[in-house]
Nanobody, 135 residues
Framework: QVQLMESGGGSAQAGESLKLSCGISGNLYRDYTLAWFRHGPAERRVGVARREGVAAIDNDGTTAYGNSVKGRFTISHDVAKNILLLEMTNLQPNDTAIYYC???????????????????????WGKGTLVTISS
């Protein structure tokens, strides 16, 4: 059983940076992919449950990013501390969302976990942390 807990959410102004952390407990075994997803206010207002794939990293360190965050966000996994990180720079109001970390055991290409249905393939989820960006 793997448990995930996000921290580091909060409020910022457009152009500023935030760093999210996800503490991981339990055994990931040898092959895994870790990812960040987000659920924005627009989707929540219309009752859409789909979570947008933001960034992913596998046990080899291979990374993938959603098109909307490429060049601004950086995902990393501190293996020694077993913490998943997301460094977010040049934040914009449309980055406002609840951010979730997630994990899937086995060999899953990071890019594959960020496809529109990628969230459905994740095995474990954190409870989320809110990021609010004002203009």
């Amino acid at each position: 059983q793997v448990q995930l807990m996000e921290s580091g959410g909060g409020s910022a102004q457009a152009g500023e940076s935030l760093k999210l952390s996800c503490g991981i407990s339990g055994n990931l075994y040898r092959d895994y992919t870790l990812a960040w997803f987000r659920h924005g206010p627009a989707e929540r207002r219309v009752g859409v449950a789909r979570r947008e794939g933001v960034a992913a990293i596998d046990n080899d360190g291979t990374t993938a990013y959603g098109n909307s965050v490429k060049g601004r966000f950086t995902i990393s996994h501190d293996v020694a501390k077993n913490i998943l990180l997301l460094e977010m720079t040049n934040l914009q109001p449309n980055d406002t969302a609840i951010y979730y970390c997630a994990a899937v055991l086995g060999t899953v290409p990071p890019a594959g976990s960020l496809t529109p249905n990628g969230a459905s393939g994740m095995d474990y989820w954190g409870k989320g942390t809110l990021v609010t960006i004002s203009s």
